[in-house]
């Protein structure tokens, strides 16, 4: 099972829609949620932090849900320059706070 | 401020050859991640490194790989004698301390021929 899960996609929606990611992690301990956003060829970046109270950043809004390990982004109005991949993340305190990626979610935006 | 610089952007070497990829940090920034991504994966975690030390090899290779953060200079990861299968973007990552965000570098993408 892998650590991180998410549904691969892709969701094409038009533009101005809703949508909504789902990301799930195995391990308990992880302590960190994060989603990041990834263009084509490009390096992640950091799109928004976690937390258990549900955040907001202008049309995004993340949730996490600790009892059920289930973390989720939702993007209202969605732009074409929305298009990209977004990797759930989680981070471990073991040895380190490494992060751990899921493979991603790929949204198209049409117009 | 600049970024996280890493170069080369684009290697390619032949089987056999070896590959070093260089990652600076962002000013102030003493921690650095290596991650690798398979074409059409996720990232995988690779090592952890902190000035002169490595924090966390567990996503390492145990052949071929070897990484390194001297005093003066950038983060190298080596990777010795290569193989198609080591094809991939690697991406460095630094942060100011451990539990801060982690800011990534544009990557090196590898070509094994």
């Known amino acids: 099972r892998k650590e991180v899960e998410q549904d691969p996609g892709p969701f094409n929606v038009p533009e101005g829609a809703t949508v909504a990611f789902n990301c799930t992690y195995s391990n308990s301990a992880s302590q960190s949620f994060f989603w990041y956003r990834q263009d084509c060829r490009k390096e992640p970046k950091l799109l928004m932090s976690?937390?258990?109270s549900g955040n907001e950043d202008g049309r995004f809004t993340a949730q996490l849900n600790r009892a059920s390990q289930y973390i989720s982004l939702l993007i209202r109005d969605s732009k074409l320059s929305d298009s990209a991949t977004y990797l759930c993340v989680v981070n471990q305190k073991d040895s380190s706070y490494k992060l751990i990626f899921g493979s991603g979610t790929r949204l198209l935006v049409r117009p | 401020n600049a970024g996280v610089m890493q170069n080369p952007r684009h290697l390619v070497r032949r089987r056999g050859q070896e590959a070093r990829l260089r990652c600076s940090p962002m000013?102030?920034?003493?921690?650095v991640y290596w991650y690798r991504q398979l074409p059409e994966e996720g990232l995988k975690f690779m090592v952890y490194l902190q000035k002169e030390n490595i924090i966390d090899e567990s996503g390492m290779p145990k052949e071929r790989f070897s990484a390194e953060f001297p005093k003066e200079g950038p983060s190298i990861l080596r990777i010795q004698q290569v193989v198609r299968g080591d094809s991939a973007a690697y991406f460095c990552?630094?942060?100011?301390?451990?539990?801060?965000?982690?800011?990534f570098g544009p990557g090196t993408r590898l070509l094994v021929l």
């Open positions: 000013k102030g920034h003493s921690h």
């Open positions: 990552a630094s942060s100011r301390t451990e539990q801060e965000t982690q800011y």
């Open positions: 976690v937390y258990s």
